[in-house]
């Protein structure tokens, strides 16, 4: 069993900066692929970024790409999330995720790949 507690959403104007923070206690985060997923109001879950076991290999929704940086520490059992240039369609519940997987170089853009779920982070960006 893994727990996931996510941190450092806020409030951000356009073109502004956040760090997310993934926190994992129960076991060791360096069994689990991770993905950060989110989740806008009256919109369905999608997945924003992705990163193997081995934090070698990462992969991105093309929304976000080249303003999101997915990675992790797992000495530290955390996964972060940077996110630069942030846009008012980027407001949403941000949610980390953790999939068992014998692979260290996996990853998954598929919610139901994954087994554990952190409760969430609101961001919201003003324009």
């Known amino acids: 069993q893994v727990q996931l507690v996510e941190s450092g959403g806020g409030l951000v104007q356009a073109g502004g900066s956040l760090r997310l923070s993934c926190a994992a206690s129960?076991?060791?985060?360096?069994?689990?692929?991770m993905g950060w997923f989110r989740q806008a109001p009256g919109k369905e879950r999608e997945s924003v970024a992705a990163?193997?076991?081995?934090?070698?290999?990462?992969s991105y929704a093309d929304s976000v790409k080249g303003r999101f940086t997915i990675a992790r520490d797992n000495a530290k059992n955390t996964v972060y999330l940077q996110m630069n240039s942030l846009k008012p369609e980027d407001t949403a519940v941000y949610y980390c995720?953790?999939?068992?997987?014998?692979?260290?170089?996996?990853?998954?853009?598929?919610?139901?790949?994954?087994?554990?779920w952190g409760q969430g982070t609101q961001v919201t960006v003003s324009s």
């Open positions: 995720a953790a999939r068992a997987t014998y692979s260290s170089g996996s990853y998954s853009h598929a919610s139901g790949d994954y087994n554990y």
């Open positions: 129960g076991r060791t985060l360096s069994s689990y692929a």
């Open positions: 990163i193997s076991r081995s934090g070698g290999v990462t």
